[in-house]
């Protein structure tokens, strides 16, 4: 029999888990903002078990959880139904789990199963930081099995689709709900994430759901143009409009009517050139470089940074930004190390004719999957798929991966910069109403953004709403109050959600459940 624990929020979600490996909700599928203690397969003998994983919501309660080759059931996130890991190199017998003042202690006990964690050997018990956890606990199990320790949120509602994108971290599963969301819309859209995110992929895939799927996608990095023909590239020109032009230039504005035109490094946009895209973005119209004469396109616009844009014009970023989407770290979603590990040397491994190397389980060490986890990965996914390619190149005609080459390359990286030290928490019971207040209406009442600007955690802050006769909940809301909000604001959930002075999100689900969408 199986457990099952739930939550309560002041927004009125509840989330329970009761399925292996998968949370369930109450309250009509809204979203679970519990985050859990939780095991995902990194590698496993079966490669299509890569992924899947486990809430250990056991712990959450002051509970024990165990761990062998019969139990726990491990299951993909977008399925109820799960089995054990199941490896004849597992013992029967249980590693033990349990909470460890915010952290996890791992106790292998009378387990058989040999276990290295985070490369090191671990001969009794060990005990794991509420730090180490949420970066992530690389698990290696009896030399044939890698698993991930960490804490993640539980599922709130069915996985969006793919959209082409690899990855079921939570993270990744907000840039696809995003995607869904935003396709069909012709709203401008800027994504925002470190370089080697995936940024273009998500352009991609935005168009490739959207209703100009069959028309041009034409990206464009503005890094990479020098200023001096940003105009002209991006707008065209004619003839003679400047030296060494001896022909008509069409643009990509042009090229991409109908279509999507992506724009990469937007912030690396001269300032003359963004006056020009403001214009175009609220006109509809261009001006070739040396013409008088407007031509009209229909385009719609994909913008995306790695950086804070702070020296933009603030016009163009509001139009740029009709709908934001931020793309994690690969230090974000170790979970997803795995699952990209695979999908790149399929890619790499067909395009040589060797795909059926991954059929033997011995061509891809365990040890090498714990290693790449481990990394902080600088440079993202991309650096992981060169990282991939070179290995698999180096590695042809050999029993397995280099995991030596491996070693070279990851020293070879350049370092990484330092991270600005972790801002030091709080205790919430020295957070005052007035400095919530104050948080949430900065955060325009999206509270996870209040809760890091005022250094307390995200159910800290539930409670502290809950307990407070100031501030209201959208279950404070009456039916009336909420539909002439609605009218008023033309059914804009931001505006709304200032004016009622309420979660964002809660507000949402509650109209979708008056149906006043």
Request: proline share 8%; glycine share 10%; hydrophobic share 40%.
């Amino acid at each position: 029999m199986i457990a099952q624990m739930t939550f309560k929020y002041p927004d009125g979600t509840t989330v329970g888990q009761s399925e292996p490996g998968t949370g369930v909700r109450s309250r009509e599928g809204s979203p679970a903002p519990a985050v859990l203690p939780a095991l995902t397969v990194l590698y496993h003998p079966d490669l299509e078990r890569i992924g899947e994983r486990v809430f250990l919501n056991e712990l959450a309660g002051g509970g024990e959880a165990f761990l062998s080759r019969t139990a726990p059931e491990l299951a993909r996130p977008d399925r109820f139904a799960g089995e054990p890991l199941g490896d004849p190199h597992l013992s029967r017998r249980p590693i033990r789990f349990r909470g460890a003042d915010g952290g996890i202690e791992i106790e292998v006990g009378e387990s058989r199963t040999a276990v290295v964690a985070d490369g090191l050997n671990l001969h009794r018990r060990a005990v794991f930081s509420a730090g180490q956890v949420s970066r992530g606990v690389v698990l290696e199990l009896a030399g044939t099995v890698v698993l991930l320790l960490h804490r993640i949120p539980c599922p709130a509602s069915p996985a969006p689709p793919r959209c082409g994108l690899i990855g079921d971290n939570p993270e990744m599963l907000a840039v696809r709900e995003d995607v869904r969301r935003v396709a069909d819309l012709e709203v401008p859209v800027l994504l925002r994430g470190e370089t080697g995110t995936g940024k273009e992929l998500v352009a991609r895939a935005i168009h490739d759901a959207g209703p100009r799927r069959s028309a041009p996608f034409v990206g464009v990095n503005l890094g990479a143009i020098p200023a001096s023909l940003s105009a002209s590239q991006l707008f065209g020109a004619v003839k003679g409009a400047f030296t060494g032009s001896v022909a008509s230039q069409e643009g990509y504005f042009r090229h991409a009517h109908g279509g999507t035109l992506f724009l990469d490094e937007i912030g690396e946009a001269p300032a003359e050139v963004q006056v020009m895209l403001l214009r175009a973005l609220e006109t509809g119209e261009v001006y070739p470089v040396g013409s008088a004469s407007p031509l009209r396109v229909d385009v719609r616009i994909l913008a995306a940074t790695d950086s804070d844009l702070g020296d933009f014009r603030a016009p163009l970023l509001h139009r740029l930004a009709g709908f934001d989407i931020r793309l994690p770290p690969l230090r974000e979603r170790r979970d997803d190390v795995g699952r990209l590990l695979i999908h790149f040397l399929r890619h790499e491994l067909g395009k040589i004719g060797e795909g059926s190397r991954l059929e033997n389980p011995r061509w891809l060490p365990p040890s090498l999957v714990a290693r790449l986890a481990r990394y902080d990965w600088p440079g993202n996914v991309r650096q992981l798929r060169n990282v991939v390619r070179q290995l698999m190149i180096a590695s042809r005609g050999r029993a397995e991966l280099d995991g030596f080459r491996l070693e070279r390359l990851l020293r070879e990286e350049p370092a990484t910069p330092p991270s600005p030290p972790p801002p030091v928490r709080r205790k919430p019971g020295e957070v005052s109403e007035d400095e919530i207040l104050e948080a949430l209406r900065a955060s325009r009442w999206d509270l996870k953004a209040a809760a890091d600007r005022l250094r307390i955690s995200r159910p800290s802050l539930y409670n502290r709403i809950e307990s407070s006769s100031r501030i209201r909940k959208v279950s404070d809301l009456s039916t009336e109050e909420i539909a002439k909000c609605h009218g008023d604001c033309r059914g804009d959930l931001d505006p709304m959600s200032e004016r009622l002075e309420v979660s964002r999100r809660a507000l949402g689900r509650r109209v979708r459940e008056l149906k006043l969408e």
